[in-house]
């Protein structure tokens, strides 16, 4: 046991079984949206200052976890973290939960904020291969021996860059492949966080607070899809 100050520290995963490839590539992107995008009813600045008022940072990223004894055998999916004062769990978790599950795809402004993200991330991605080409080659010619080494190459590798350049390219070219992008990222938002026996969750926290974690967990995850 280890004293945590009155901070609770919250990670979940749901793994996803049979990803179809192309909505592995949109992962990361799917990602970024839901921090960027915000909801119907709370711009994602609104978001960001409610997010600092509460807590000390939420996150959610794709994870890939290949097992040490079997080189076929992974676990794939998406990662949602944060942490917070004890007293501010409840919202936090609702503030997560929210972002991910009602992060506005439909608005007006999606379509111009998603070429954006586009945009940042493919230029990004061209200074690190300009800076460590030779990282992305050996997990290049790595992504050959494995399924897991190949996921972590669509993931981010140079499948990844190029797949967002491809989708760059597209959705500034063709309002209709634009929208078809959308959709899939819609779609990837309707299972991203569920009531799942995939969904594993682990809370942090001191002694005294963990009855309470506890209960609000139990409560918030009785209210997943």
């Known amino acids: 046991e280890a004293p945590t100050n009155g901070l609770t520290y919250?990670?979940?995963?749901?793994?996803?079984?049979?990803?179809?490839?192309?909505?592995?590539?949109?992962?990361?992107?799917?990602?970024?949206?839901?921090?960027?995008?915000?909801t119907?009813?709370?711009?994602?600045?609104?978001?960001e200052d409610l997010i600092k008022l509460k807590t000390g940072g939420i996150s959610t990223s794709s994870f890939l976890v290949s097992s040490p004894t079997q080189l076929d055998q992974f676990k794939e999916g998406?990662?949602?973290?944060?942490?917070?004062?004890?007293?501010?769990?409840?919202?936090?978790?609702?503030?997560?939960s929210t972002l991910v599950r009602e992060t506005d795809f439909s608005s007006p402004a999606?379509?111009?904020?998603?070429?954006?993200?586009?945009?940042?991330?493919?230029?990004?991605?061209?200074?690190?291969?300009?800076?460590t080409g030779h990282r992305f080659a050996v997990n290049a010619a790595a992504a050959s021996l494995s399924r897991s080494l190949w996921i972590q190459e669509q993931q981010s590798g140079l499948d990844q860059l190029q797949a967002t350049a491809n989708l760059l390219r597209d959705a500034e070219t063709s309002p209709e492949r634009l929208q078809e992008l959308i959709e899939k990222l819609r779609l990837i938002q309707s299972f991203a966080i569920s009531r799942s026996s995939n969904l594993r969750v682990r809370m942090v926290c001191e002694q005294e607070s963990a009855a309470r974690n506890e209960s609000i967990l139990q409560k918030w995850l009785s209210g997943l899809p």
């Open 10 to 38: 919250f990670q979940a995963v749901n793994a996803f079984q049979d990803l179809p490839d192309d909505l592995r590539l949109l992962m990361p992107l799917f990602n970024d949206c839901v921090m960027r995008l915000g």
């Open 40 to 47: 119907a009813n709370r711009s994602m600045e609104q978001w």
């Open 78 to 96: 998406l990662q949602f973290s944060g942490f917070a004062l004890d007293n501010n769990i409840p919202e936090m978790l609702d503030m997560l």
């Open 110 to 131: 999606a379509p111009a904020m998603i070429q954006e993200l586009l945009r940042s991330t493919t230029n990004g991605a061209l200074d690190s291969v300009a800076a």
